[in-house]
């Protein structure tokens, strides 16, 4: 998804029968990893939105600890 001028993926991986892992990927790669699983990947994807949505994108773009990634 592009939320302004940033790209986030968001990443719904089943761990188990009914345990769903939540990631949300920027565009560097770097990951923000829910600790607990959801049932479903549909509430997953809604539990990012709704972070997103209340958090803001700077929250998942931000570099603190990455900055080596921005060295090429």
């Given at each position: 998804?592009?939320?302004?001028?940033?790209?986030?993926?968001?990443?719904?991986?089943?761990?188990?029968?009914?345990?769903?892992?939540?990631?949300?990927?920027?565009?560097?790669g770097?990951?923000s990893?829910?600790?607990?699983?959801?049932?479903?990947?549909?509430?997953?994807?809604?539990?990012?939105?709704?972070?997103?949505e209340?958090?803001?994108?700077?929250?998942?773009?931000?570099?603190?600890?990455?900055?080596?990634?921005?060295?090429?």
């Amino acid at each position: 998804m592009i939320v302004g001028s940033e790209r986030l993926e968001i990443v719904a991986s089943e761990i188990a029968e009914a345990h769903w892992q939540l990631a949300v990927r920027n565009s560097l790669g770097v990951c923000s990893v829910w600790v607990e699983s959801f049932k479903t990947p549909e509430i997953a994807i809604d539990a990012a939105l709704n972070a997103i949505e209340s958090e803001g994108v700077e929250e998942f773009v931000s570099v603190e600890g990455f900055e080596y990634l921005l060295d090429e």
